[in-house]
């Protein structure tokens, strides 16, 4: 039982580039969510899910899209990567409802040149 | 949407003391209010976490109190020991999702 795992834990990429970010979980939990951690800033919800096949947005979704294809995975995409997306993402994903324990990611370094 | 916020953000105590963090919330809606230690380089962990028709909480060595008429909860650490040195959020949340505090940086002086 591995938990939630993230890929990669770490990336530079320079201003301009794309990627995805990959978020897995196998414990069987409906709802997952994307964060972004910056000092002084606690954590801060991009895009949150539900179930499969349903997204929202949270407080800072611009410059992100997301997918929740299957139930296990979550899915984080930079189109068109900013240095103001230097930052640490952590990955979360609760039983049933928002009001359950989150367990998170080890989270991954991405750092915008 | 929700606001958290969270008071201090640093704090040293000797080791054998108490630390208090506090924090208020802003939505009336929010009807959960965990916390979380994270240490250096790791992912944040639930330490303890309360319902909004609870009004306190406690885990051995750690407390938590709810004011639902006021929006504002705390966090209680009796007893520090050099391990509780760690980033402690707050956060507030529905049945949807979670709004976090900025975090509180507690010391434990030995």
């Known amino acids: 039982n591995a938990g939630v795992t993230q890929t990669p834990k770490f990336r530079v990429l320079k201003t301009g580039q794309s990627m995805t970010l990959l978020c897995a979980q196998d414990?069987?939990?409906?709802?997952m969510y994307w964060y972004r951690q910056d000092p002084g800033m606690g954590l801060r919800l991009i895009h949150y899910?539900?179930?499969?096949?349903?997204?929202a947005k949270g407080e800072v979704p611009d410059g992100y899209n997301v997918s929740r294809l299957k139930k296990q995975n979550f899915l984080l995409g930079l189109e068109s990567a900013a240095p103001s997306q230097t930052s640490v993402y952590f990955c979360?994903?609760?039983?049933?409802?928002?009001?359950?324990?989150?367990?998170f990611g080890p989270g991954t370094r991405l750092t915008v040149t | 949407g929700e606001n958290v916020e969270q008071h201090p953000s640093t704090l040293s105590v000797q080791e054998g003391d108490s630390a208090v963090i506090k924090c208020t919330y802003s939505?009336?809606?929010?009807?959960?209010f965990p916390w979380y230690k994270q240490e250096l380089g790791k992912r944040p962990q639930l330490i303890i976490d309360?319902?909004?028709?609870?009004g306190e909480k406690k885990d051995q060595r750690i407390a938590v109190t709810l004011n639902k008429t006021a929006k504002h909860f705390s966090l209680h650490i009796t007893e520090t020991q050099p391990e509780d040195s760690a980033v402690y959020f707050c956060a507030a949340g529905d049945d949807y999702k979670l709004s976090f505090g900025a975090g509180t940086t507690v010391t434990v002086r030995a």
């Open positions: 414990m069987n939990h409906e709802y």
């Open positions: 309360i319902r909004s028709n609870v």
């Open positions: 939505d009336s809606a929010s009807n959960y």
């Open positions: 979360a994903s609760s039983l049933s409802s928002g009001a359950y324990e989150q367990y």
């Open positions: 899910s539900v179930g499969e096949g349903t997204t």
